[in-house]
């Protein structure tokens, strides 16, 4: 684990909508070099504690700590200025501009100043092509719109272009539930490599799997509440698992669902008994049609005479 003062800090923060407590006395800290995740079902809190991070929100309880000091910041731009970049999972990217303009939205090289200033678009492109091949993704032209791109690359362009402003803390909204095998690994990569580079990192996900890949400590939320925070080495992804879906809860509900496949076992081999004893009746039955035929034909036969 990476020692140090860390780059934000939450302490027994509080945040209520209302009678509806979103989070409830939470503490957690990243430090620099240091992936944090962010584990917990729908409706745990994981958005309102990203949103606390982000300048958002403010706590009505506790406090917010930025680089060892106490902080409040009056709006995002006030994060965004402390080095604090999140990444939401709509990513924020404009499909229909160039991966150039994307890339430097809001931090365009330009001439001149203010209405009559013109961006440096050459100046830009290279910019934007050198940031790009650091971090593995080789474009044909930066011209190309960022629709033509696949979605791991995408996710890992609203990194890049998190980094490139400056940033000294990642704050990644599920990066990977939209994507693929392949696309995931890119951005889990470029995750690893944020880290090398000493930023710190908070990455928010469903995924457990992609969690211990990639993470130092877990932070499990649950309605609101710490279920608990975990060094890497301290848990299996089984355990993870467990965490993840509420303990006992999805325990109870293995148990449940193993009764319901069972029971539907059973009631398959007893239909199929019952199938079986069907055929016989209708070929019973065809019997006593035939009988009947029998019958018929001879009373048919007896009135012709």
């Not at 200025?81 to 990444?87: F, H, M, P």
């Not at 928010?204 to 649950?222: C, K, Q």
């Not at 069972?262 to 199938?275: C, K, V, Y």
Request: contains cysteine; aromatic residues 4%.
């Amino acid at each position: 684990m990476t020692a140090g003062t860390p780059v934000i800090e939450l302490r027994e923060a509080s945040k209520f909508f209302g009678h509806v407590v979103a989070l409830e006395r939470v503490s957690m800290s990243v430090r620099p070099g240091e992936v944090v995740c962010l584990l917990g079902d729908n409706g745990a809190g994981k958005s309102t504690l990203i949103k606390l991070l982000s300048g958002v929100f403010h706590p009505d309880e506790g406090s917010l700590w930025v680089d060892g000091s106490l902080a409040r910041f009056g709006s995002p731009r006030d994060a965004v200025a402390a080095g604090i970049a999140t990444v939401y999972q709509d990513l924020a990217l404009f499909p229909l501009m160039t991966i150039s303009r994307n890339f430097i939205v809001g931090t365009e090289p330009a001439r001149g100043r203010g209405m009559l200033a013109a961006i440096r678009f050459r100046e830009a492109d290279t910019l934007v092509r050198q940031n790009l091949l650091e971090i593995g993704i080789e474009v044909r032209d930066t011209s190309d719109l960022v629709g033509t791109l696949s979605g791991g690359e995408r996710q890992t362009l609203a990194i890049a272009r998190a980094e490139h402003i400056g940033a000294r803390l990642l704050i990644l909204d599920e990066p990977t539930s939209a994507l693929g095998v392949k696309e995931a690994a890119i951005v889990l990569r470029n995750v690893l490599r944020a880290r090398a580079k000493g930023l710190a990192i908070v990455f928010i996900t469903h995924n457990v799997h992609h969690a211990y890949a990639v993470g130092d400590r877990f932070l499990f939320l649950s309605r609101g509440r710490v279920l608990g925070v975990y060094d890497r080495d301290a848990l299996t992804v089984d355990e993870m698992t467990r965490l993840m879906g509420g303990g006992a809860e999805l325990e109870d509900l293995t148990n449940e669902l193993e009764q319901l496949r069972r029971q539907g076992e059973s009631d398959g081999r007893g239909a199929a008994g019952n199938g079986g004893g069907g055929t016989d009746v209708a070929g019973g039955g065809g019997a006593v049609r035939g009988a009947m035929g029998t019958d018929a034909g001879g009373s048919a036969a007896r009135a012709q005479e």
